[in-house]
């Protein structure tokens, strides 16, 4: 190893070390943005596969140095704000959790669809042998088989929609115009897309924005009765910017949220995708009065 080598090695700090550092910013000034060094070491740490024992271990390790090096510092203010900074720290792995209990209900969800429409193409199946010797069971057994095609073309779709590798491929934007093609074919609702990014954004960055989209059409053709909606996306300052905007019945999203419905589920699984990875996400709509979802992202 060359002594170039060395020194790049030596000087690369380690985890609790940069750990340690934070948490010393933050019992020292207790700013909201030595606070926010946290959430940002729980991702990273989050990324690297670093438990939660092992993240906890750090955290005493770190703090139990900091107080050794400055007996000053034993306060109840320290201790609060030490517990403060590890909170913040862990909620990275809150949000992962609470994604992974989303995409598991996502998933069963999907099976009992797909349950439902495998139970349903079994009694006609059944339905079909009962009546072969009937005079027109040629036509039935047509019937039958014109069924299963369709139904394999909807599962395709719907496989298609719910990972498309023109996402990983070629980026959002063409993913989000097909999205926005296969919805609007299916369900005969106009929806305009303005689309204009010039660079990719990170994987964990356009999956989430590309969920919140299909999200917020899905609410368009199920719930609003909407007669057209539009999609805008652009970019400014490094920073993503989409508005989904609809002209349907609108709701009000505090009582939604409160009443638990699916809607309200979905909001909140749209505000926790963006909180995830550092976004901003707010609804504007009102009985009557369409609906406005607008998230900003940097990158």
Do not use: W
Not at 11 to 27: D, N, V
Not at 103 to 109: E, G, K, P, Q
Not at 199 to 227: C, D, F, G, P
């Amino acid at each position: 190893m060359t002594p170039a080598a060395k020194s790049r090695r030596k000087s690369t700090p380690s985890r609790e070390e940069l750990y340690r550092a934070a948490l010393g910013e933050y019992l020292s000034d207790g700013s909201e943005v030595t606070r926010g060094q946290a959430y940002d070491l729980g991702r990273t740490f989050l990324k690297d596969g670093v438990s939660l024992v092992e993240l906890a271990t750090i955290h005493h390790s770190a703090l139990s140095k900091i107080l050794r090096s400055d007996s000053s510092r034993t306060t109840n203010d320290d201790l609060f704000r030490a517990a403060e900074f590890l909170a913040e720290s862990l909620s990275s792995y809150e949000m992962a959790h609470r994604g992974f209990q989303e995409a598991v209900s996502a998933l069963r969800r999907m099976n009992e669809v797909l349950e439902e429409e495998i139970k349903r193409i079994a009694y006609s199946v059944h339905d079909e042998a009962v009546a072969r010797e009937a005079p027109d069971s040629r036509r039935n057994i047509d019937n039958i088989t014109d069924l299963l095609k369709k139904v394999e073309v909807q599962l395709r779709q719907f496989s298609h929609e719910l990972r498309p590798t023109i996402l990983d491929d070629l980026g959002l934007v063409p993913a989000i115009r097909f999205l926005a093609g296969a919805v609007s074919e299916r369900s005969n609702l106009p929806i305009h897309v303005s689309a204009e990014i010039p660079a990719r954004l990170s994987s964990s960055a356009e999956i989430a924005v590309y969920r919140v989209v299909q999200e917020a059409l899905t609410n368009a053709v199920k719930h609003a009765q909407a007669r057209s909606v539009s999609v805008e996306i652009i970019e400014e300052d490094s920073t993503v910017h989409c508005i989904i905007q609809d002209d349907g019945v609108g709701f009000s999203p505090e009582s939604v949220q409160k009443a638990g419905k699916r809607k309200g589920l979905g909001l909140v699984a749209m505000q926790e995708r963006l909180n995830a990875i550092g976004g901003i996400i707010q609804f504007e709509s009102a009985p009557m009065r369409g609906t406005t979802i607008r998230l900003s992202l940097r990158y």
